[in-house]
Protein backbone atom coordinates (compact mmCIF):
# COMPACT_ATOMS: atom_id res chain seq x y z
CA UNK A 1 0.00 0.00 0.00
CA UNK A 2 1.18 3.32 -0.67
CA UNK A 3 2.89 5.55 2.08
CA UNK A 4 4.41 8.63 1.94
CA UNK A 5 4.63 11.64 4.36
CA UNK A 6 2.84 15.09 4.09
CA UNK A 7 0.10 13.55 1.52
CA UNK A 8 -3.03 12.21 2.97
CA UNK A 9 -4.47 9.38 1.04
CA UNK A 10 -8.55 10.00 0.20
CA UNK A 11 -10.52 7.53 0.97
CA UNK A 12 -13.84 6.21 -0.75
CA UNK A 13 -15.94 8.42 1.23
CA UNK A 14 -13.86 11.44 0.80
CA UNK A 15 -13.46 10.28 -2.98
CA UNK A 16 -17.26 10.23 -3.43
CA UNK A 17 -17.88 13.53 -2.05
CA UNK A 18 -15.23 15.29 -4.10
CA UNK A 19 -17.01 13.49 -7.16
CA UNK A 20 -20.14 15.06 -6.25
CA UNK A 21 -18.34 18.33 -6.03
CA UNK A 22 -17.40 17.64 -9.45
CA UNK A 23 -21.12 16.50 -10.63
CA UNK A 24 -22.89 20.15 -9.09
CA UNK A 25 -20.39 22.21 -10.42
CA UNK A 26 -19.57 20.93 -13.78
CA UNK A 27 -21.90 18.40 -14.49
CA UNK A 28 -19.42 15.90 -14.79
CA UNK A 29 -21.12 12.32 -13.42
CA UNK A 30 -17.49 9.69 -14.52
CA UNK A 31 -16.11 7.48 -12.40
CA UNK A 32 -12.19 8.13 -11.85
CA UNK A 33 -9.76 5.03 -11.70
CA UNK A 34 -7.12 6.63 -9.56
CA UNK A 35 -5.72 6.96 -6.40
CA UNK A 36 -6.47 10.01 -4.98
CA UNK A 37 -4.67 12.04 -2.60
CA UNK A 38 -4.42 15.56 -0.70
CA UNK A 39 -1.42 17.84 0.18
CA UNK A 40 -2.54 21.37 1.38
CA UNK A 41 -6.04 20.91 0.25
CA UNK A 42 -4.77 20.40 -3.24
CA UNK A 43 -5.77 17.35 -4.73
CA UNK A 44 -3.60 14.99 -7.10
CA UNK A 45 -4.01 11.81 -8.54
CA UNK A 46 -1.80 8.36 -9.51
CA UNK A 47 -2.37 5.34 -11.05
CA UNK A 48 -3.56 2.90 -9.20
CA UNK A 49 -0.79 0.30 -10.83
CA UNK A 50 1.53 2.44 -8.06
CA UNK A 51 -0.42 1.01 -5.05
CA UNK A 52 1.78 -1.58 -4.44
CA UNK A 53 5.13 0.57 -4.32
CA UNK A 54 6.12 1.82 -0.56
CA UNK A 55 7.53 5.28 -0.94
CA UNK A 56 8.19 5.84 2.73
CA UNK A 57 12.57 5.06 1.98
CA UNK A 58 12.28 7.83 -0.47
CA UNK A 59 12.17 11.47 -0.23
CA UNK A 60 9.67 12.77 -2.43
CA UNK A 61 9.32 16.42 -3.71
CA UNK A 62 5.84 15.57 -5.42
CA UNK A 63 3.63 12.73 -6.35
CA UNK A 64 0.96 12.36 -9.14
CA UNK A 65 -0.98 15.00 -11.33
CA UNK A 66 -2.16 17.77 -9.73
CA UNK A 67 -5.62 18.32 -10.75
CA UNK A 68 -7.46 20.32 -8.45
CA UNK A 69 -7.58 22.98 -5.14
CA UNK A 70 -10.00 22.62 -2.49
CA UNK A 71 -11.78 26.42 -1.86
CA UNK A 72 -14.41 27.90 0.36
CA UNK A 73 -16.67 28.76 -3.58
CA UNK A 74 -15.65 25.03 -4.36
CA UNK A 75 -13.45 23.15 -6.48
CA UNK A 76 -10.80 25.08 -9.09
CA UNK A 77 -9.17 22.28 -11.06
CA UNK A 78 -6.22 22.66 -12.65
CA UNK A 79 -5.22 23.32 -16.61
CA UNK A 80 -4.44 19.07 -16.34
CA UNK A 81 -7.46 18.71 -14.07
CA UNK A 82 -10.05 20.90 -16.64
CA UNK A 83 -8.36 18.70 -19.90
CA UNK A 84 -9.37 15.23 -17.93
CA UNK A 85 -12.76 16.23 -16.63
CA UNK A 86 -14.16 19.01 -18.91
CA UNK A 87 -14.77 16.80 -22.16
CA UNK A 88 -17.21 14.64 -19.85
CA UNK A 89 -18.62 17.76 -17.94
CA UNK A 90 -22.39 18.70 -18.88
CA UNK A 91 -22.30 22.94 -17.47
CA UNK A 92 -20.51 25.93 -16.32
CA UNK A 93 -18.12 25.69 -20.11
CA UNK A 94 -17.21 28.91 -21.38
CA UNK A 95 -16.66 28.58 -25.00
CA UNK A 96 -13.84 31.08 -26.14
CA UNK A 97 -14.08 32.44 -29.74
CA UNK A 98 -9.77 33.37 -29.62
CA UNK A 99 -7.64 31.56 -26.82
CA UNK A 100 -5.10 34.26 -26.84
CA UNK A 101 -6.40 36.26 -23.79
CA UNK A 102 -6.67 33.53 -21.55
CA UNK A 103 -3.32 31.90 -22.13
CA UNK A 104 -1.66 34.96 -21.39
CA UNK A 105 -3.59 35.02 -18.35
CA UNK A 106 -5.51 37.90 -18.50
CA UNK A 107 -9.05 38.02 -17.08
CA UNK A 108 -11.87 37.79 -19.31
CA UNK A 109 -15.44 39.18 -19.99
CA UNK A 110 -18.51 37.12 -18.46
CA UNK A 111 -20.45 37.23 -21.54
CA UNK A 112 -22.91 34.34 -20.22
CA UNK A 113 -23.11 35.67 -16.74
CA UNK A 114 -21.79 32.66 -15.21
CA UNK A 115 -21.97 31.77 -11.71
CA UNK A 116 -18.94 30.51 -9.49
CA UNK A 117 -16.14 28.13 -11.27
CA UNK A 118 -16.04 27.52 -14.91
CA UNK A 119 -14.49 25.72 -16.98
CA UNK A 120 -12.61 27.32 -19.96
CA UNK A 121 -12.76 25.54 -23.73
CA UNK A 122 -11.48 26.83 -27.07
CA UNK A 123 -12.65 24.65 -29.51
CA UNK A 124 -12.17 20.72 -28.56
CA UNK A 125 -9.18 22.11 -25.86
CA UNK A 126 -9.99 22.68 -22.32
CA UNK A 127 -7.51 25.75 -21.38
CA UNK A 128 -8.21 26.02 -17.28
CA UNK A 129 -10.68 27.33 -14.76
CA UNK A 130 -12.03 30.42 -13.91
CA UNK A 131 -14.68 31.94 -11.19
CA UNK A 132 -16.99 34.73 -12.27
CA UNK A 133 -16.78 37.84 -10.55
CA UNK A 134 -19.94 40.39 -11.10
CA UNK A 135 -18.82 40.62 -14.99
CA UNK A 136 -15.71 39.25 -15.19
CA UNK A 137 -13.59 35.63 -15.41
CA UNK A 138 -10.74 35.59 -13.01
CA UNK A 139 -7.79 34.04 -14.64
CA UNK A 140 -5.65 31.70 -12.15
CA UNK A 141 -2.94 30.01 -15.19
CA UNK A 142 0.33 31.07 -13.12
CA UNK A 143 2.88 33.37 -14.35
CA UNK A 144 5.51 30.47 -15.49
CA UNK A 145 2.92 28.88 -17.52
CA UNK A 146 1.45 31.89 -19.58
CA UNK A 147 2.02 32.22 -23.30
CA UNK A 148 3.32 35.60 -24.63
CA UNK A 149 2.11 35.94 -28.53
CA UNK A 150 3.99 37.97 -31.05
CA UNK A 151 1.76 40.57 -32.99
CA UNK A 152 3.91 39.41 -36.12
CA UNK A 153 2.33 36.35 -36.63
Known amino acids: MISFQ???????????????????QFG??????????????KV????????SIDFSPFK???LGLYVAKKEINGIRLSIEGSQLIGPKSKKNIIELDSPEE???GKDIENKQNAKSF????????????GIC????????????RRIKFSSNI
Open 60 to 62: INS
Open 44 to 51: YILSKKYS
Open 102 to 104: WLQ
Open 118 to 129: VLIKYKDDFLGC
Open 28 to 41: FSEKLPYIFFEKKD
Open 6 to 24: NYKILNNKEIKKFLQQLNK
Open 133 to 144: KKDKILNFIPKS
